[in-house]
């Protein structure tokens, strides 16, 4: 009950390991944090590969490998800027 349930069937599995410890998994679990804002997480996580594929342009001795990654950091530069108006919260 401590874990939120009301009664033993609300509990899908319940285990104590050997140090005495209950761990409880409920049917319905409640939720005790907020969720996490993933639009805004999604939006900085492409931001940063973005940087790192520019990164990775800069740093390369090969002409190949600089034209396809500054390609890659153009391209998805683009991407980021047309669904940017969606990934806010």
């Known amino acids: 009950m401590k874990q939120g349930a009301s009664d033993f069937r609300d509990v899908f599995i319940a285990q104590v390991d050997s140090n005495g410890n209950v761990y409880v998994d409920l049917y319905k679990d409640v939720q005790k944090e907020p969720p ?3 639009k805004p ?3 900085a996580s492409l931001q ?8 990775f342009a800069l740093q390369t001795e090969n002409r190949q490998a600089k034209e396809t ?3 890659a950091a153009t391209h998805l530069k683009s991407l ?10």
Do not use: R, T
């Not at 940063?48 to 990164?55: H, S």
């Not at 980021?80 to 990934?87: D, G």
């Open 36 to 38: 996490i804002k993933e």
């Open 41 to 43: 997480l999604l939006a």
């Open 48 to 55: 940063k590969i973005q940087a790192d594929l520019e990164m």
């Open 69 to 71: 990654y500054g390609e």
């Open 80 to 89: 980021i800027a047309q669904i940017s108006p969606f990934l806010k919260e």
